[in-house]
């Protein structure tokens, strides 16, 4: 995976996009919006961009195709280009499973960059069981798992683990990606 100390945005004024990726249940939200209250940044849940369709297919135990994936990742990526063109960094959540998903979402977008949360299957699942009010069913767990192609030597981007409290994977995560809090020197 390509260096991510090095585009540490501290003290430019280059905007910064992060994309949390992962499997549904890892810990994205938590921890993208860790990143946007520690940073100030603006923050996404990539969950809203998609259509009531995808929606209505997930809660029924469906699994998405890439024919329904590629809308939804379009509107996160015109989020993310308004942000580029704004100056603003930014940070959302999103699946990003496969590369061709990501490349669609960093293409003409030189300020992304991915940090994949990675968990257990069974910590992921137990997560899924007991969270209240969201549409993805744990049933389809095995199917986002299988679709999983982790980040490649070549892409912008890091993993963490989800092990331990909230507060350590933010830590973790702030120093995988070169970032400092607000707060700190």
């Not at 280059?14 to 994309?19: R, Y």
């Not at 993310?80 to 977008?109: F, H, N, W």
Request: with cysteine.
């Amino acid at each position: 995976m390509v260096d991510n100390a090095a585009r540490s945005r501290s003290g430019t004024t280059d905007p910064d996009v992060v994309i949390v990726m992962g499997v549904s249940g890892s810990g994205k939200t938590t921890l993208a919006k860790g990143i946007s209250v520690v940073m100030g940044w603006e923050f996404a849940e990539g969950d809203a961009f998609h259509s009531e369709a995808n929606v209505a297919k997930m809660r029924g135990g469906e699994a998405l195709t890439d024919e329904d994936r590629w809308p939804w990742l379009e509107s996160i990526g015109s989020w993310i280009s308004a942000k580029e063109a704004a100056g603003e960094s930014a940070v959302v959540t999103c699946s990003a499973l496969r590369r061709v998903y990501r490349d669609l979402l960093r293409r003409d977008r030189p300020h992304v960059r991915f940090l994949h949360v990675t968990a257990a299957p069974d910590v992921i699942r137990d997560r899924m069981e007991h969270r209240p009010g969201h549409y993805m069913p744990p049933s389809l767990l095995p199917s986002q798992i299988a679709t999983l192609e982790p980040l490649g030597d070549d892409e912008p981007g890091i993993s963490v683990s989800n092990e331990g409290t909230a507060a350590q994977v933010l830590d973790r995560a702030l120093s995988a990606l070169g970032l400092r809090k607000e707060n700190q020197p």
